[in-house]
Structures are given as C-alpha cells and as structure tokens.
C-alpha cells in the first residue's frame, strides 16, 4: 500500500522577504532575475518551482500539474529582497560592477535595483583573506554582532511589512575549518559568541541569528555554518529549516548527472580529473589555499558517495580523483570546467569521456536562490524542522543526519523532493513500480 500522509501548511500569502549575505554576483542576478519575470521581461528557466511538473497517480492518468500550482508556494510579486555586503554599492552597482547581465537587462529595472542598499556586513578577514570591504559592522564581541544582525532582520521585516522571511547565505568560501567545542551546544556557541571565540565564523553568526529568531537559513557555499550541533539544536528549539550546502551550478552538477549513470551500468572508474577557471570575486577568494580547501573537500565527496567504492571494490575501490580551480580574471563570471574521465568497460577495455563546460556560474545558480527562498519558506510553513534533507537537489555537499550517508545521485534528490512534495499533499508517492498496469 502507497504511502499517504497529509501535512496542514500555513498560508503563503503575504510578503516573503529574502535576505542574503554577500550581494555580490549570485545575488544581484537572481534578485535581477526575478524582477524581470515578474515585469514580463524574461523566463525563469532553471527555476524547477517556477516551470517543473509533478507527476500524480498513474502514468495512465495524465495528471501532470505545475509544482507551484500543486503546493502553496509564494508568489513572485510578493517577495522583496534585502541583503548585507562588505561594499556599499547598491543591488544595481553592484550588478553592472559583477558583469554578468548586460546593460541591456539592467536598465529596464534599474530603479527597484536601486533601492535595494546593503546592510553592513559581519566579516572577519581571517576568514576570507582575499577580500576586505568598508561596509563593516563593529560590535564589541560577536555576540553584539549577532544580535545587530537580528535587529537588521527585525527592522526588515517592519519596514517591508513582511509575513515571513529567509536568509540565503550567497557569500564568499571562507577557510576550511573542523568543528570544535564551540560549536558542540547551543550554551557552548552562546559563551563562545560572548568572548568571541575565533572558531566562530561569520557564515555561523547568521545562522545563529537567523534560528534564534526561527527564520529558516540557507548555506550556499561550503563554508562550516549552520551544520554543527549548536545550530541544529537552536533550530530544534526554535523550529526552525536548515538547509545547505554549497550551491550545486556546473562541474559538480554534471558529475552528479554522469556518474550515476556510469554506476547504473557498472561502467568502471579509473580516474576523473576536474579543472576550473573563473574570474570573478568567488575565483579570486578561491585563489587563496585555505578558501580553496574548504571548495575542494564539498567538490571531492560527490564521487565517494554516488560510487560507493566499499561496495563496489572492482569497479570503484581505486579510482584518482583531483579537483583543481584556477584564478583567471579574462574570464569573469563565465567558467570553463573541463573534465577527463577514464572508464574501464567489458573485460577491462580502456574508454575515455571528455567534459568542455562553458557555463555562466552565476547564472546556473540563480534559480537555486529562488527555488530555495520558495521551498524553505515552504517547509516552515508546513511545520518541517532542522534538517531539509528533501532539498539536496540543490547542493553539492548536502546536509544529512549524522546516523546516514548524504544522497548526491541527482536524480534520487529528485524523486525525494517531489515524493516529500506529495507526502504533504496526502498523494501516493510515486515508485516507478508500473505493475499495476499489468494487473
């Protein structure tokens, strides 16, 4: 028997505010993004809440309705968007100084970009060493910068007139860091933010602010943030979403659509070699090791757990591989990832893939933005907590419980987001069995 279940979800009318750290070039192009569709000047492609269907019922059956004319889902027209940046530049300097959309999609929407001015910023150079800005909160310990950071998002909310609001972090990798006591509990965090221990990092202040006041948080890059007990606790207590991490555009988009299919064929893997160029201000943060560490462990995961090389030792239980990223300003916002794959086939024979990925990062990410606004406010609404694991779909390190593996095979984060979907619905969840139209 299907799986039915049925979940009460809260309204979705009213104004959903959109808050994201660092309003830079993912930012400014999904905010950008979204005004022009909403002024009927573009399509939002990508965006699955926005042109993705789920199937209901059989296949027979022909129903096939829009995801977000099937759950409640706010509207275009009622999100209003706000941010905090280490620059001052408003959402439209800092859209044309970013170069990823043209004058020609800038201007027509040049007066609402305008408007939106960043709030200083928490930034702790230590841990972003490549950037420094004068648009900088000073507090006298970080506890005093989190709570200005709750009085930000407060004074938001009043001024908008906000119903409800999320916090999407769309900032810069910063080191790679281990969790520590600090973050063990939310009393250890708490002390910690009060004497502002320097394993606290600016991403885990906004998650700290953000659940504290039960606003779901999002981490998109994969910076240590909201996944570590402290948070995950606090957000318990406070019922508050969580979801990251580190948003799942190009190179890592593709291995999780390619591998799949070589372990669904049980195509042999000898080595994958992964090269990046880019140029804009995540290339540069990336050009610094101790940022780019924390870019490569989220990158060389996806590998380990689609193949599962302890299960597969013959086919998987050795195979190289590397992820390297270039610094190469020319570039901008429109990377190059280029891929070898080295396959083995029947009888061992040697087969080769090669990957040239001209892609726009900025681009492929902002849909991801606005998916994500949509869902995660979605999730509060129906009650959900903690961990959003439904959501992997989108990301390239996803958080899980600590008792399970994270599932990175795209097209099983699919079938989990839209069964999750229609589990609140109180919809049969679909298996792809087909039996019963051999009964």
Known sequence: ??????????????????????????????????????????????????????????????????????????????????????????????????????????????????????????????????????????????????????????AFRARNGCARMVVIWCGSTEIYEEPSDVHASRAAFEDGLRNSDPAISPSQIYAYAAAKLGVPFVNGAPNL?????????????????????????????????????????????????????????????????????????????????????????????????AVRINYYPPRGDNKEGWDNIDLRGWMGYPMQIKVNFLCRDSILAAPIVLDLALLMDFAKRAGMQGIQEWLSFYFKSPMAPASVYPEHDLFIQLIKLKNTLRYTKGDDLITHLGAEYYD
């Open 225 to 321: 943030a909201a996944d570590v007990p402290a948070i995950l606790e606090l957000c318990r207590e406070t019922s508050t979403p969580v979801a990251g991490k580190d948003f799942k555009t190009g190179q890592t988009l593709l291995k999780t659509i390619l591998a799949p299919g070589f372990k669904a064929r049980l195509l042999g893997l000898e080595g994958w070699y992964s090269t990046n160029i880019l140029g804009n201000r995540d290339g540069e943060v990336l050009d610094d090791p101790e940022s780019f560490k924390t870019k490569e462990t989220s990158k060389l995961g996806v590998l380990d757990h689609i193949l599962q090389p302890d299960k597969y030792p013959d086919l998987y239980g050795d195979f190289y591989h």
């Open 1 to 154: 028997m299907a799986l039915k279940s049925g979940v009460n979800v809260a309204s979705s009318e009213g104004t959903l505010g959109v808050l994201l750290p660092g309003l830079g070039a993912v930012a400014t192009t999904t905010i950008a993004g979204c005004l022009a569709v909403r002024r009927g000047l573009a399509k939002p492609i990508g965006s699955l809440c926005e042109m993705g269907t789920i199937r209901l019922g059989k296949r027979s059956e022909d129903r096939v309705p829009r995801i977000r004319d099937y759950v409640s889902l706010s509207s275009l027209d009622d999100l209003v968007f706000g941010g905090w940046d280490i620059f001052p530049d408003n959402a439209y300097e800092a859209a044309k100084s970013c170069g990823v959309l043209a004058p020609s999609d800038l201007e027509p929407i040049r007066d609402e970009l305008e408007a939106i001015e960043p709030m200083r910023a928490v930034f702790f150079r230590d841990y972003v060493k490549r950037l420094d800005g004068p648009h900088v909160k000073q507090g006298a310990s970080k506890m005093a910068l989190a709570e200005a950071l709750m009085a930000d998002i407060e």
